[in-house]
């Protein structure tokens, strides 16, 4: 049985990533940082007696990535895939947007994918495995005031396919970018919330609909699975194909 790495996934993408990856046979470390959540998705894994470990680590600490990557070999003996899921942002003007705060994203986002990267790599080489980041639209376009946010996913587009270059053949490294989609029910209890969503968010998607993290999800089950081993160094858009879509005011 495979083991996947999933970091942020006790919410949003990285929480139904982690229980299609349970139902679809894998057992999965769910890497979380974020102390409410962790606390929820522990209880709830337990509840449904799944094939899950959960780690406290923040990603943009050496210290814990390794400490991470040794439990998660206690637990199951190997690692076979990495998803470099968790992220965080923080929106504020130029003039209001400190160090400390751009700092923190780049740490988080960019810097936390490459340390995930760097201390499964070995692991991942013994087994033929994967890496599959998480990147976005934003590291092509943008909406104002997403400075450290848009930088750390352009920056994960780059390394993605150095990783690839470097890691191959015997790791393929591979990135997702998503458009809108919509995980606000699936956050925390204290954050989490039905939006309602109207016609237009819907219509404005050439697909017809603002996106879920399912289609994130069976992304990435598509590219974790061996019989996909021709496909490495990629960006995959999954966006309803609006950033295909020219719009005049």
Request: overall charge neutral.
């Amino acid at each position: 049985m495979q083991t996947v790495i999933v970091t942020g996934g006790a919410q949003g993408i990285g929480r139904v990533t982690t229980q299609y990856l349970l139902t679809h046979g894998y057992r999965v470390a769910v890497w979380e940082n974020d102390a409410e959540a962790l606390e929820e998705f522990s209880e709830a894994m337990k509840a449904a007696n799944s094939k899950a470990l959960v780690i406290n680590c923040d990603i943009s600490s050496e210290t814990a990535v390794k400490n991470a990557v040794r439990a998660t070999l206690d637990r199951f003996g190997q690692i076979n895939h990495l998803i470099n899921n968790a992220a965080i942002m923080v929106d504020k003007p130029l003039d209001r947007f400190t160090l400390e705060e751009w700092n923190r994203v780049i740490g988080t986002n960019l810097t936390g994918t490459f340390l995930c990267s760097k201390y499964t790599a070995p692991h991942l080489t013994e087994q033929l495995g994967s890496i599959v980041n998480l990147c976005s639209t934003r590291a092509f376009q943008s909406e104002p005031d997403t400075f450290a946010y848009s930088a750390s996913k352009g920056g994960i587009l780059a390394l993605t396919h150095s990783l690839a270059v470097s890691l191959g053949p015997a790791v393929r490294v591979n990135c997702i970018s998503p458009g809108w989609i919509d995980v606000s029910a699936l956050k925390k209890k204290g954050k989490a919330r039905n939006e309602t969503l109207r016609p237009e968010d819907h219509s404005q998607h050439p697909a017809g609909r603002v996106g879920q993290a399912d289609d994130i999800a069976r992304m990435i089950l598509f590219l974790i699975n061996d019989s996909n081993s021709f496909i490495t160094g990629q960006n995959f858009v999954v966006d309803g194909g609006i950033s295909r879509k020219m719009i005049y005011v």
